[in-house]
């Protein structure tokens, strides 16, 4: 079946670029996201591409898209504490349904 | 803008009794999400309604479970009777339509003793 892999934790130092990474399995996405989560909080839509985009920047985040590879990255420039969270990739497996990472978990360190 | 609103936020109940979780999507969505959180399972998509109809259903884990949508501004989901494996968080989402991003409340945490 279609799958959507990310590693779970990710450190970095305050201050420094954070790339979270994400690879997918169904090449008919159209969309894919970038969510993040806070302890005990809903998931945030953070940023989304369109397939046929291969990069685009909002701010300190930067989404990197490899089509070929079905890879897809988050860059977050000059992390902050912050951004601590847990951070979903997904892709849109049908018009509604969302196959989802596992997630990425933040550790900032001072 | 109100975004996604859920009640309640937390929920305490011994096993056998009903619960029921609510929902009002952002005004001029028509797409409506319930999804489960486990950290064993990760997210999973319960149901899905578009217009206030059910499309897809086959995430519901068993007869206990039951989601109505009476108004496009108002979504219940009822589990009876609870066991405790159902503890888990509840989120609610909505979109705009069909492909459109997903906007998710903060959920309903559910623990069944």
């Known amino acids: 079946g279609e799958d959507v892999e990310q590693s779970l934790f990710l450190s970095v130092r305050e201050g420094d670029s954070s790339v979270i990474n994400c690879t997918y399995t169904d090449s008919s996405s159209t969309y894919l996201y970038w969510y993040k989560q806070e302890p005990g909080a809903g998931l945030q839509l953070l940023t989304y591409i369109f397939s046929n985009m291969d990069m685009k920047q909002d701010q300190r985040l930067t989404v990197l898209l490899n089509k070929k590879d079905k890879h897809l990255s988050l860059r977050i420039a000059d992390t902050q504490t912050g951004d601590s969270a847990i951070y979903f990739c997904?892709?849109?497996?049908?018009?509604?349904?969302?196959?989802w990472g596992a997630g990425t978990k933040l550790i900032i360190k001072p | 803008d109100a975004g996604v609103i859920q009640s309640p936020r937390h929920e305490v109940t011994e096993m056998g009794q009903e619960v029921t979780l609510r929902c009002k999507p952002i005004?001029?969505?028509?797409?409506l999400f319930w999804y489960r959180q486990t950290m064993m399972r990760g997210l999973e998509l319960l149901i899905y309604?578009?217009?206030?109809?059910?499309?897809?259903d086959s995430g519901m884990p068993e007869d206990r479970f039951s989601a109505k949508m009476p108004n496009a501004s108002f979504s219940t989901l009822k589990i009876q009777p609870s066991e405790p494996r159902d503890s888990a968080v509840y989120f609610c989402?909505?979109?705009?339509?069909?492909?459109?991003?997903?906007?998710f409340g903060d959920g309903t945490r559910l623990s069944i003793l």
């Open positions: 005004s001029g969505h028509n797409s």
């Open positions: 989402a909505s979109s705009l339509g069909q492909g459109q991003p997903q906007h």
């Open positions: 997904a892709e849109n497996h049908s018009n509604y349904q969302l196959i």
């Open positions: 309604f578009n217009n206030n109809v059910p499309i897809d």
